[in-house]
């Protein structure tokens, strides 16, 4: 029903279609999204989940701590907390969603294309850093569009031309974040190895795939 993840002093669940659409960062969700929410707070078994407005940018904040799932309340493709019993995550269709952690700290950041060209992973690192996340980092990486599926066209791989990330008209996200994350200073970057385009039917949300009208799933962080 999720992936579980140890990431140093942080606990990583990346959700899947089964635990139902979590909905979009705007708009009102409706009473089936709003079920699937509460459900997921109490699998985390936190007091707090915090998703931002996301708006493919290379903006980290703090979280804001609210009680319960809040949605929205700040605007970034990136959450950071020290506090115990909050979580952080990011909605998701496609996009990467990266947990980022060390002693003391964890971030997780919303990789889509121009997350990635717009140095949403070097921010997130420096965000932890800022709030005194010191140590070792590690960080997973999440279901979404890989290689293998993911298709764009010229202009995109004229962006990440440097990165020696192009397979023919496609883009491998994951190399892109990972060579991001190891050069950002983190010393161990693993990788769930799903692709949100091809997994078997029925497992995750895939806007490219399915269209607009899709459901969202999460990478959700915490500090245990």
């Known amino acids: 029903m999720s992936i579980l993840v140890e990431l ?20 009102e969700p409706n009473a089936e999204v709003l079920a699937n929410r509460a459900a997921m707070l109490e699998r ?5 989940i915090s998703v931002p407005h996301q708006v493919h940018g290379g903006t980290v904040v703090t979280s804001p ?6 949605v929205g309340l700040v605007t970034a493709d990136g959450v950071v907390t020290t506090a115990r019993e909050t979580a952080v995550a990011v909605h998701v269709a496609d ?33 932890l850093g800022a709030c005194a996340v010191s140590g070792p ?3 997973v990486i ?26 023919g008209r496609h883009l491998d996200l994951v190399a892109i974040a990972t060579a991001q994350l190891r050069a950002a200073g983190v010393v161990h970057v693993s990788d769930v190895g799903l692709c ?13 795939r399915d269209g607009a009208g899709t459901g969202r799933q999460a990478g959700i962080a915490w500090l245990r």
Do not use: Q
């Open 196 to 208: 949100t385009l091809c997994a078997p039917a029925g497992l995750l949300f895939s806007h490219r």
């Open 142 to 167: 999440g279901p979404g569009a890989r290689a293998c599926c993911y298709e764009t066209g010229p202009e995109v791989h004229a962006v990440f031309a440097a990165d020696g990330t192009s397979h």
């Open 44 to 48: 985390c078994g936190v007091r707090a």
């Open 137 to 139: 980092l590690e960080a």
């Open 65 to 70: 701590g609210r009680e319960g799932y809040s």
């Open 8 to 27: 140093g002093h942080a606990t990583v669940l990346f959700s899947e279609r089964a635990e139902g659409d979590l909905g979009r960062t705007v708009g």
């Open 95 to 127: 996009c990467l969603p990266i947990a980022i952690a060390g002693p003391g700290g964890v971030a997780m950041v919303h990789g889509g294309w121009r997350g990635l060209a717009g140095g949403v992973v070097e921010t997130g690192v420096a965000t």
